[in-house]
């Protein structure tokens, strides 16, 4: 079994900072590309940021420099540095991750559940 879960979500005022981690484990033999979607209300999932193995990443049009992505491989962990939040990036934010295990050898992708995060004054 392969488990993503998320943390570091919360209320979070205007212009402030969160970071968000996930963390896969599981009986895992390798994980590709790690990233992060956002799903507000009403709207559909959206693209915030990947990374693969190698360190190659992209971001979500919107993000503009202030959110970052990086992931440390030892630790099957990926994270998300946000900073100059906006009441626009209230959403919940979910982990995926591309892994590859034992009984799955051409790996298939995996979605944590969901950490809320929430920019208000």
């Known amino acids: 079994q392969v488990q993503l879960v998320e943390s570091g979500g919360g209320l979070v005022q205007p212009g402030g900072s969160l970071r968000l981690s996930c963390a896969a484990s599981g009986t895992i033999f390798s994980i590709g590309t790690m990233g992060w979607y956002r799903q507000a209300p009403g709207k559909e999932r959206e693209l915030v940021a990947t990374i693969t193995r190698g360190g190659t990443t992209d971001y979500g049009d919107f993000v503009k420099g202030r959110l970052t992505i990086s992931r440390d491989n030892a630790k099957n962990m990926v994270y998300l540095q946000m900073n100059s939040l906006k009441p626009d990036d209230t959403a919940v934010y979910y982990c995926?991750?591309?892994?590859?295990?034992?009984?799955?050898?051409?790996?298939?992708?995996?979605w944590g559940q969901g950490t809320q995060v929430t920019v208000s004054s």
């Open positions: 995926n991750a591309f892994i590859v295990t034992i009984l799955i050898s051409n790996g298939r992708s995996f």
